[in-house]
């Protein structure tokens, strides 16, 4: 078996990740006030429905390793493209409640099948000195995904089903690019690698805590992801256009996640974790207290896009610390616990905008995130031993070292042919020819 150009497989990576993640999932925040203008809903209604691929999202999840497993990573990514082909047309032709529900729940199912498609394909065909570096680059598509929602905005004003259409062609790009750029993988262990060890009652104590800092940061970010651009155009009568650039600078800073997090783990989590957490909170009240003015709205963008990045890929590299040798679990845990966080309050925050208003209802908001910043000395870092043992061994990259272990406990140093037995990979014909 011949690797795969991790480069090349971090670009596909990004691409379809921008694709599923950032114009399936999150830019329907950006869409919100056109499409609840147009359909008359109600703020409780749309906030129902922002959930619901958020719900269809950890469903799939669920069951998404074991899809993977048996019919391989390169279907499992042109499944997951063909859902957001399917999600996004019908949320271009929605008339109503009803098949946008469908059409943004066919969205989530998407986002599920996406990163554990292709996690289980880097894990198996590309060197694993360079996992973190690609598991950065295809992370960073979510952003790049954001911010290439906002050219449908400012060019085509008020017309969020061309948006939306738009969006459509870009998905059926990406089930060509997963078909014939993605190898069909399935099982991805290589067989000199040690069964992972059983989790213990303290690591589930730890990840459990984990999952409830993950839940509660979706929880509070759940707000501006739904109802930002929504609070700048009728609470500060920004245009729709001028709301799209509120998506593009949260794009644009979310880049920087990835470093924020790595640098986290080189430090302190639990000190950039209440950081990265108040300055989210700040986000929240800096766009309730003046969304008439562009330039602070746009800073508040900025600084949310950098902190819910920052926060996301913690939670990942802590998740993958936290779980060695379970290559499935890791990686999902963090993502499901956040979109849990945002099904929950994606309603609620709805409820609230509906009854209270929203500069109330995000201070509500804003203030639950300050509470749970309080808290950041709880967040399961590295404990005393784990830093002695692995003193100079920090960042996304030794995670992914410590993923796979040997007998002995050390590292798997890289993929080789011979690691991965024959029917652990399925190539697809073309790759065989080659190697032939």
Known sequence: ??????????????????????????????????????????????????????ISFVLISLVAPLVTKYVGARNTTVLSASF???GLALVSQARGPILLGIGVAACGICTGLMMPALTAAMQALVDRSIHGRVSSVMNAGTSIGVALSVPAVVLLVGAWRYAYFSFTLF????????????PSVSRVRPSNAAPPPKITVRQSWRLFSLFLFAFAMGFIASAYWTFGPDLAINLGALSSQQSGWLWLALGVAGLGGAIISDLADRNNPAITHALMLMMLTTSLTLLAASPGQIYLAIFSAMIFGLAYMSLTGLYLMTAIRLLPGHLSVGPVLAFVACALGQAVGSPIIGLFVGQFGYADSFSIFAAAGIFISLLSPLYPGR????AEVFEDETGLQAAYDYQLQNEEGEPLEMNNPEEVEQDELKLPDKSNKENQ
């Open 1 to 54: 078996m011949q690797q795969v150009s991790g480069m090349r497989f971090a670009l596909v990576g990004a691409i379809l990740i921008a694709i599923s993640f950032g114009l399936a999932r999150f830019a329907f925040g950006l869409f919100v006030p056109q499409i609840r203008a147009d359909l008359e809903l109600s703020a409780n209604t749309i906030g129902t429905i922002a959930a619901l691929p958020l």
């Open 383 to 386: 404990t005393e031993e784990e």
């Open 84 to 86: 957001a082909v399917l």
């Open 171 to 182: 998905a059926i790009v990406g089930v060509f690019l997963a078909w014939y750029l993605i």
